[in-house]
């Protein structure tokens, strides 16, 4: 059975900093490409950023270029995304995703599995 579990939510003040985590089991992880994507209340979910199976390519959303960053550890099924700079506008529940092709994409109907998401929220 496949499970991603996001950790790392809080509340945090404008300008702050969070780390959020992704641990994944029930799949190979090291062969799938991983997405960050995040929905605010009443909006649809929109995409963060992914990175490749290799890690050698990343992608993100014109929003967080140059604040966010993701990241991947094989060797603990994990992937993270680091969190900079954060605005209010930044405030969403935060889910990972798996992509088994490998390739990151920014479109959410093409990732396999999803975890239950963790709550960012950025206070002014």
């Known amino acids: 059975q496949v499970q991603l579990v996001e950790s790392g939510g809080a509340l945090v003040q404008a300008g702050g900093s969070l780390r959020l985590s992704c641990a994944a089991s029930?799949?190979?992880?090291?062969?799938?490409?991983m997405g960050w994507f995040r929905q605010a209340p009443g909006k649809e979910r929109e995409f963060v950023a992914a990175?490749?199976?290799?890690?050698?390519?990343?992608y993100y959303a014109d929003s967080v270029k140059g604040r966010f960053t993701i990241s991947r550890d094989d060797a603990k099924n994990t992937v993270y995304l680091q969190m900079n700079s954060l605005k209010p506008g930044d405030t969403a529940v935060y889910y990972c995703a798996a992509d088994r092709k490998g390739i990151p994409t920014m479109g959410a109907v093409l990732y396999d599995y999803w975890g239950q998401g963790t709550q960012v929220t950025v206070s002014s």
């Open positions: 029930g799949l190979t992880f090291s062969t799938c490409a």
């Open positions: 990175i490749s199976w290799s890690g050698d390519t990343k």
